[in-house]
């Protein structure tokens, strides 16, 4: 860390802070895992004037996983025939009756994989098998998979498919600023999925909402960078979007993974846990590929039957929506800890109560 | 797992390549960034590479690694 430029910037921020009128609260919401981590770990809530909050947001991809789709996936671990294979921090998301990592102890058939090319690998060594990706994650994630999809099919796989729950982030923030029941000022937009999708994406969402999207990387100064970003925007009442991580983000994205995604997949309703369902948030297996989606080649209930309230007591939901701070959770530290989560946002590294728990309210 | 880790392309071929990530040598995705090449540092997320960075983004995203250490 640069001190001299942490503390220009916090000079800036302070400033800016100053300079917005009113005199109320401003928070700040980020999007994304690594951000979550990041400013957990820095401290750099510490660095901010009181007035400014940074509250974290539905950026992990693990977390915002619905009930329905750990509960059947734990189901599918359990068939005659079938592997999950699936990334590490699905498995001890905790369903309603089961987990896959139980499921897995009990004998039920669960591969973990750091990538879907490792499940394509699973498919093509054991052709007897049913191999199911758990496919979560955002833009970021999702073209990969589509790679994966129309590999598969060219090959002739027809023991590979996968559970179709990669989001969309777009719709998600867009859903939170119309429920209007959490403030927020301003996005710290989530800087990998903008790599993706691009700055210019967040333009319709300043437009409808008036609130600054600013995209940023994830080192300390980057985060201050975009915070200071986006408290001059709301001082000089020029909401926008802006863009201080060009490094790795470009205007328009990365348009060849954006046409994968498009090759593969269709916008569809999805269902994020805290969120509800939201319209165009998810990415459904296009009909030319249906032979790919589990959904359909297994004869599954899509989307998955969703219970109605959160399990035990837990208040992930709230926490991944921004309303509450994992430490005001009645389970968090005394019931809810890294090695015996009761929800998601414990069990994941980018989750929000993980990231608390490890390195405090800061 | 939102996570994207700078890696140097060393060798390629039908849209797959190896690729050194902090000494590591891993097998990558390569059709999301169908312009790179072997010498190229990108970003990698999940088995593929999502974006080319220039070397001084990559060193100064690796030194981010060095501080966040443990985190993978």
């Keep these: 860390m640069d001190d001299t430029r942490i503390e220009h910037l916090k000079a800036e921020i302070a400033g800016a802070a100053r300079a917005v009128p009113g005199s109320n609260p401003i928070a700040l919401m980020e999007v994304c895992g690594t951000h979550t981590v990041a400013i957990r770990r820095s401290g750099l809530r510490s660095l901010l004037p009181e007035r400014v909050r940074l509250i974290s947001g539905p950026g992990c991809p693990v977390c915002v996983t619905s009930q329905g789709t750990i509960d059947l996936l734990v189901d599918l671990a359990g068939r005659d025939g079938v592997t999950v294979a699936t990334f590490g921090d699905m498995v001890r998301v905790p369903g309603t009756t089961s987990s896959l990592e139980r499921r897995k102890a009990e004998g039920g058939r669960v591969a973990l994989c750091y990538s879907v090319l490792e499940a394509l690998d699973l498919a093509r060594q054991r052709p007897g098998e049913q191999i199911v990706f758990a496919a979560v994650g955002f833009e970021t994630t999702a073209p990969g998979t589509a790679v994966a999809v129309a590999q598969a099919q060219a090959e002739g796989l027809a023991n590979f498919s996968i559970l179709p729950g990669h989001k969309w982030m777009l719709p998600a923030m867009d859903a939170l600023l119309a429920g209007g029941d959490v403030r927020i000022d301003g996005f710290l937009c989530p800087g990998h999925v903008s790599v993706i999708i691009g700055a210019e994406a967040y333009g319709p969402l300043v437009e409808r909402y008036g609130r600054p999207c600013v995209v940023a990387g994830f080192t300390a100064e980057q985060v201050l960078a975009g915070v200071a970003a986006i408290l001059k925007q709301l001082a000089d009442r020029d909401a926008r979007v802006q863009n201080v991580y060009p490094e790795a983000v470009h205007e328009g994205g990365n348009p060849e993974a954006l046409t994968r995604i498009d090759q593969v997949f269709e916008p569809a309703a999805a269902t994020w846990r805290g969120l509800g369902s939201i319209p165009s948030s998810g990415m459904a297996v296009r009909d030319a590929f249906a032979e790919a989606d589990a959904a359909r080649a297994l004869d599954l209930p899509w989307p998955p039957q969703e219970a109605a309230t959160d399990l035990h007591g837990c208040r992930c939901g709230d926490v991944i929506r921004g309303a509450i701070e994992p430490h005001a959770c009645p389970l968090f530290r005394d019931v809810c800890t890294p090695a015996h989560p009761v929800g998601p946002c414990m069990v994941s590294r980018e989750g929000s109560c993980q990231a608390e728990y490890r390195y405090g309210a800061l | ?72």
């Design chain 2, 1 to 72: 797992m939102c996570l994207a880790i700078p890696g140097q392309i060393v060798s390629k071929e039908d849209g797959m390549g190896e690729v050194d990530i902090r000494g590591n040598r891993l097998r990558a995705g390569l059709l999301l960034v169908p312009d790179a090449d072997v010498g190229d540092w990108v970003l990698v997320h999940a088995g593929f590479a999502i974006t080319t960075l220039t070397p001084d983004d990559a060193a100064e995203t690796n030194a981010l690694f060095d501080e966040l250490e443990g985190l993978a």
